[in-house]
């Protein structure tokens, strides 16, 4: 479970907003969020400023008194989590996110930033002493053991350290391992007939309209699920394994033909031989060995790509290296640009849902004034100007999608290269089948318990 703990702000929020929104901590800003303001520190200080000082009749920027505290004009919360978690940023930030609306309400001003520039991952909250309904938030013992249980169910809700589930083989579950030992299992039909289709056809939608004629049923979504003819329920591509999600069968289609007309493939390729030596050698001894599943995962790729050294493999991985943060960086940049457009999108349509009102209250009054001053440091004045945002934002995710494809193309091939490369580093450092028998052999050892 993360650990919280708070700080109260007297002064300088202005520099507190402006440190938890540091691109060089959330990834140019991409785990970033705000409720009620847009995450800009600027924006986000003057919205702030305004709600606080028509709720607390005092200034959001006076200075420290000389005598006694100052007013607490904002609090500063950190979630923390522990590294051994293993939590990604996207779901620290989404975990972070979920328990600010849980936690806070809808009312609530709150900018919050997942900074991911340390080991420990932790997402940091400012939230305004006062919401713009009015309430007063107080920070103190109750309200933070409040927050901590409210911050434990959250995380349990995502399923942080969940009970391990048992795996018979690499991302398969017990069952579904124990089904395609035998070959009964619908998942392996199905891996079955993507890998017969995969060589040969142009991309991830021909390979789907292959499946429909072959009798599958598809469901494209946000998630493609695809069922055999007598198969009871549909199941989603990536629960196939990693090897046949959506992005990963784009990146197989796309480089199948690696190398054509530049090198044979009926030509001898040292790595494929040293690799295919390797399994043969590892059969004549124990057929069941699990390395082999992994070597022949990997000779596939060498065949697939047509890798003829090692030197031509890490060359390839210098280069995807190079690609991989010069996408990761146009990709950052872009979600970015999407979640600050959103964002202001949000604002600017209920900004004029206001504006049609007759006559608004108080609070509804408030908004709108907050609101008018963000859209018109933006230029948006009228709802043609909205409309037109609208349209930005379309544009932008348009141009966002190849973008993130080739990342995650990228990505799959340098994981892929990579342990093609230091599996090969292993095997040519000699004896490496005895080593496995070896070290097998251990395992199976019976443990004698040390006498007292």
Request: aromatic share 8%.
């Amino acid at each position: 479970m993360p650990y919280l703990k708070s700080i109260s702000l007297r002064t300088t929020v202005n520099r507190s907003l402006a440190y938890i929104l540091n691109p060089d901590k959330t990834e140019d800003l991409i785990y970033t969020n705000a409720m009620n303001c847009i995450p800009d520190p600027k924006c986000a200080y003057l919205a702030m400023k305004m709600v606080y000082e028509q709720f607390s009749g005092n200034k959001f920027d006076e200075p420290p008194h000389k005598s006694g505290k100052s007013k607490v004009k904002a609090i500063h919360y950190i979630q923390s989590f522990d590294p051994k978690d293993k939590i990604s940023p996207e779901l620290a930030h989404q975990i972070g996110r979920t328990f600010a609306r849980k936690a806070f309400g809808d009312n609530c001003q709150i900018v919050i930033a997942t900074h991911v520039d340390k080991e420990h991952i932790h997402t940091r909250f400012i939230i305004n002493a006062y919401g713009i309904d009015g309430r007063k938030f107080n920070d103190n013992l109750a309200t933070r053991k409040n927050l901590r249980e409210i911050s434990d169910r959250v995380c349990l809700a995502f399923g942080i350290k969940p009970i391990e589930p048992k795996q018979g083989a690499s991302g398969i579950d017990h069952s579904e391992w124990e089904h395609k030992q035998r070959g009964t299992s619908w998942k392996e039909k199905i891996r079955s007939e993507i890998e017969r289709l995969v060589g040969w056809v142009k991309n991830v939608d021909e390979l789907l309209a292959e499946l429909e004629l072959l009798g599958y049923t598809v469901r494209r979504g946000k998630y493609i699920s695809v069922k055999a003819p007598e198969q009871q329920r549909a199941v989603r591509l990536k629960t196939l394994g990693e090897d046949y999600t959506v992005e990963s069968l784009a990146s197989r289609i796309l480089w199948k033909d690696v190398g054509a007309g530049l090198n044979n493939p009926c030509e001898k390729s040292a790595l494929r031989d040293k690799y295919s030596e390797t399994i043969s050698g590892i059969q004549e001894v124990n057929a069941f060995h699990p390395t082999l599943e992994q070597l022949g995962t990997l000779l596939s790729v060498i065949n697939r790509d047509r890798l003829q050294s090692i030197g031509e493999v890490n060359g390839k991985i210098e280069q995807l290296k190079f690609e991989l943060e010069k996408s990761r960086m146009e990709v950052n940049t872009m979600e970015t640009k999407c979640n600050f457009l959103k964002s202001l999108a949000a604002q600017a349509e209920e900004y004029f849902t206001l504006m049609d009102k007759p006559s608004l209250t108080a609070e509804e009054g408030l908004r709108a004034e907050m609101y008018r001053e963000t859209l018109v440091k933006q230029n948006i004045e009228s709802t043609s100007d909205y409309e037109y945002l609208n349209g930005v934002i379309i544009e932008t995710k348009q141009k966002a999608t190849p973008i993130r494809e080739h990342y995650n193309m990228c990505t799959t091939l340098l994981k892929e290269y990579s342990d093609i490369s230091a599996t090969y580093n292993e095997i040519s450092q000699g004896d490496y089948i005895s080593k496995l028998i070896e070290q097998e052999r251990k395992q199976d050892a019976p443990q004698t318990r040390p006498r007292r």
